[in-house]
């Protein structure tokens, strides 16, 4: 027997409802080699990020772990709970980083469904509006997030 595995990764538009929240399971440790790599990778050369004696005269005494890559972690945990299924990812409608994260730090999210409904011009799928908050080991929120993801409706047998 062949695996197909497509049917059980994700959700349909059927299996959300306004007001759940999905704990995304596991939460990320982020290195120093994550940190360094995702800014080299993405030519992001501020020195808070990559330069320990630079980011020891900082505020924060220590090297930051670049933004965009906190978001995308947090964002990759919620993939199997609200977006396995996605037709499209439509639109990200805020973003807001509101703590720091360092080296060694440990990421955990939640996603909470906002709003739900069938699409206007395709009957075969619908739109869901999620929140989704990044927290560290601390219980510290770093991270905030709201977008709408086009998801299929239950195909009907």
Do not use: C
Request: aromatic share 8%; net charge neutral; proline share 4%.
């Amino acid at each position: 027997m062949e695996y197909d595995g497509h049917d059980k990764f994700g959700r349909y538009l059927e299996d959300f409802q306004v007001g759940d929240v999905y704990k995304h399971w596991p939460g990320r440790t982020i290195t120093e080699s994550d940190n360094t790599t995702f800014s080299l990778l993405t030519m992001n050369q501020h020195p808070l990020h990559i330069d320990a004696n630079y980011a020891d005269g900082t505020q924060f005494k220590q090297r930051v772990v670049v933004g965009p890559l906190v978001y995308s972690v947090v964002f990759g945990m919620t993939v199997s709970d609200v977006s396995g299924k996605a037709i499209a990812n439509l639109e990200t409608e805020s973003l807001q980083h509101t703590g720091p994260v360092f080296h060694g730090d440990t990421l955990y999210a939640e996603t909470k469904v906002l709003d739900l409904r069938e699409s206007k011009s395709q009957p075969d799928r619908g739109i869901v509006t999620v929140e989704t908050k990044g927290v560290n080991q601390r219980g510290q929120t770093v991270v905030t997030f709201r977008r709408k993801v086009m998801v299929p409706k239950r195909p009907v047998k």
